[in-house]
């Protein structure tokens, strides 16, 4: 199963849009996804000030029979500076 996310605006818009999408999500995908929200929330939320972010997050895990026997999470947050409302 596997999840991605990708957003580019000010952290409190991004961090608005990881607590509500779902990108269509079900079952373990889902799961998946609930399970690295908290991550992703508070590393953008450590971007403070007058920038904005780009995060790129994706993550795949394997199941056999319901238990999970592998996972890997990638995620790629950038500040960027000059950003124009």
Not at 24 to 32: D, K, R, V, Y
Not at 50 to 58: G, W, Y
Request: contains cysteine; hydrophobic residues 45%.
């Amino acid at each position: 199963m596997s999840w991605s996310f990708q957003a580019v605006g000010k952290p409190d818009a991004v961090m608005a849009s990881i607590r509500t999408v779902n990108n269509g999500l079900t079952g373990q995908s889902l799961a998946e996804w609930e399970e690295a929200k908290p991550a992703l929330l508070a590393l953008v939320g450590a971007n403070v000030g007058h920038v904005a972010v780009t995060v790129n997050a994706s993550g795949h895990a394997t199941f056999s029979n319901g238990e999970k026997l592998s996972g890997t999470c990638s995620c790629v947050i950038q500040p960027l500076y000059g950003f124009v409302e």
